[in-house]
Each structure stands twice: as C-alpha cells, then as structure tokens.
C-alpha cells in the first residue's frame, strides 16, 4: 500500500510540475509581443518561430516575425514572413505597407516584369482572395460549369 502512494505522489508531482512548464500558444504569443515592445526582437522572433513550429500561424503572428526581423534589419527574412501574411490576409493594408517598404530596402531587388494588361486583369481576384475564398469561388466556378 505504501509504495502504490509514493508511486501516485510522484505521478501527480510530476503531472503538477509538466503543466507549469507548458504554456498556451496565447500565453506565448502575449510574451513575443511583450518582448517585441521592450525592444528584445531575439527573444520574440524566437517565440514567434515557436508558434510556427506548433502550426498555430496566423497573419499577425507572420507579421509580427516580419517585423522583428526588419526591425533587426534582416531584410530578406521580413519580406518573406510579411509575404506569408500577405497570403492568408491579402487585404491587410498596413501589412502590405510594410511589404513595399522592406522590398524598398533590399540591397539586391529583384525586379520583376509588368505582367500586362491581360495578366493582372485575370488575377485580380486572386491577388486580393485569402486561400478560403479562393477555394469557395473555385467551388462555386465549378458547380456552375457542370
């Protein structure tokens, strides 16, 4: 009887001690922006990736990596993240801001042709559609066709 109690006490000292190790994807996400405000963009850029890795990704989180990285002057991988929040949150203008601008600032630009006329008309909706949208209009196009 003895042992089957200590056996329990630990169980349940350990089960204690794991849930004051874990944290939420909000209480770790309250932290990077908190770190983030106190100038400490390491620290938040670390805690933004591990949101990333727990796939708990949303536009604000790919833009506020973005950010930290700019503000580390880490061009290439703001533009990148800021491109990730562009394509689940196409109509974010601030976001969209802060993409021109990083673009602005990168030593090696690489330009891109004009698409055309033709070309930008047909994908008009695409570039201003969230993944969602764009799977409903193709849903809708489809029902129509058949």
Same mark, same amino acid.
């Given at each position: ?35 983030? *405000? ?5 620290? &938040?850029?670390?805690? $933004?990736?591990? #949101? ?10 790919? $833009? ?13 991988? &703001?533009?990148?993240?800021? *491109? ?33 006329? #033709? #070309?930008? &008309?047909?994908?008009?909706? $695409? ?17 129509? &066709?058949?």
């Amino acid at each position: 009887m003895k042992r089957m109690t200590q056996g329990f006490l630990i169980f349940l000292f350990f089960m204690i001690t794991a849930q004051g190790f874990c944290q939420t994807a909000e209480e770790i996400y309250a932290k990077a922006n908190l770190n983030y *405000e106190n100038w400490e963009y390491e620290k &938040a850029i670390s805690l $933004y990736e591990t #949101l990333v890795k727990m796939d708990r990704t949303s536009p604000e989180v790919f $833009y506020n990596l973005g950010s930290s990285f700019f503000k580390l002057r880490k061009i290439g991988k &703001a533009i990148v993240n800021y *491109e990730r929040a562009r394509r689940i949150a196409p109509r974010d203008r601030d976001m969209r801001l802060n993409l021109k601008l990083a673009k602005e600032m990168a030593v090696d630009k690489i330009t891109v042709s004009d698409r055309g006329f #033709l #070309l930008n &008309a047909a994908l008009f909706l $695409y570039d201003r559609m969230n993944i969602d949208e764009l799977t409903a209009a193709c849903f809708i196009f489809y029902i129509l &066709a058949i």
